[in-house]
DNA sequence: ACAAAATATAGAAGTCTTTCTATTTTTTCT
DNA sequence: AGAAAAAATAGAAAGACTTCTATATTTTGT
């Protein structure tokens, strides 16, 4: 498959659950760290702890620590690009992939 | 969960597999019939049915039948509201659920 | 160095998803 | 009406995802 359906895919279910599209959401004005975030969820500590991983390794999601607290931010320029090219996927274009014979 | 959430998270969960975002790119030019969706991909007939009523059922993807063919197509309105919606999302704004106390 | 706080990792149980084979339904053409 | 073509449904197996409990790691303050 081509790649940049399986990139995009992987950001696509990376934030295709409720609970983590909530959390982007509020991280959007701004960092939080992981005790703040939470507290706005009823689940445990290790399930967000996995949640927040496949943000990260989705490329989402950017962490950073402060001694004993993890901030989280959204990676702006990843979410930015990742919407462009949604749009691009949407939209009719002259380089579509249906005018293609393979 | 807020329906937000759980709406749109239903949609990106459609479309989070490599095959059926593929498959909404062929469909941004306009309507293909299930056979001709069949040939870009290595799959079965069943598999591929059941992906188009995953999509179906996201609200993304419309079908219609002439003969014995049935013909997708995206449904290019709420594909355009989801789109917005994905970039409220991600946005910083002013109701921001990040200000809000629960 | 030790205790406490915050987060991560390991492992397990249950659920959901993917994709197949076999079969049925819908429609057309003879 | 019967055969053929296109698509849908049923059911099953394998794999992936979610979320828990228990435990380990990292860091700070005493």
């Not at 279910?13 to 409720?18: F, G, Q, R, T, V």
């Not at 993890?70 to 919407?83: G, K, M, T, V």
């Amino acid at each position: 498959m081509e790649q940049i359906y399986t990139d995009t895919a992987k950001v696509l279910k990376a934030i295709s659950d409720p609970k983590r599209l909530k959390i982007v959401d509020m991280l959007s004005c701004g960092e939080l760290c992981a005790c703040k975030i939470l507290e706005a969820f009823h689940i445990t500590q290790p399930t967000l702890s996995h949640d927040m991983r496949v943000l990260i390794e989705a490329g989402v999601v950017i962490d950073r620590r402060d001694g004993k607290n993890i901030y989280y931010s959204l990676n702006a320029d990843r979410l930015s690009a990742f919407h462009e090219t949604l749009k691009h996927i949407f939209e009719e274009k002259a380089d579509c992939i249906c005018h293609r014979k393979e």
